[in-house]
């Protein structure tokens, strides 16, 4: 697999010492001089909060009653075009997981996790 490669490569590179993240990224960009990675940084504005969206998944529990199928008997789910479906065995069918509807109007975009870096002062 092409992610194995990447892996694979990039464990080579990560060798003793690092000493910042900045040492993660220039070694990324070592690894293949002649076709280097894409390193994007991340900031602030990356990580979203999902937790207020309407139309989140309370749970993916399929059934409802006692003795019906739980979330440990799911063996694959799949998103569809905007609708997520699941199996219990491998060779049945895909089913729509069942969800109380939220009538939205309009999509809500999530909000920004965090507005400012986390301190991670470890003296406290």
Request: with cysteine.
């Amino acid at each position: 697999m092409e992610v194995d490669s990447v892996h694979s490569t990039l464990e080579k590179k990560f060798k003793a010492p690092i000493f910042t993240p900045m040492d993660y990224v220039s070694r990324m960009r070592q690894c293949r001089p002649s076709q280097p990675y894409v390193v994007h940084y991340l900031d602030l504005n990356f990580s979203k909060n999902y937790e207020e969206v309407p139309g989140n998944f309370t749970t993916i529990r399929p059934g409802r009653r006692f003795g019906d199928a739980t979330v440990n008997d799911i063996r694959g789910i799949l998103y569809v075009n905007g609708e997520v479906q699941y199996k219990v065995r491998h060779s049945y069918e895909w089913e729509a997981l069942p969800q109380r509807t939220i009538n939205s109007r309009e999509p809500v975009a999530p909000a920004r996790l965090y507005n400012s870096p986390i301190n991670n002062d470890v003296t406290k």
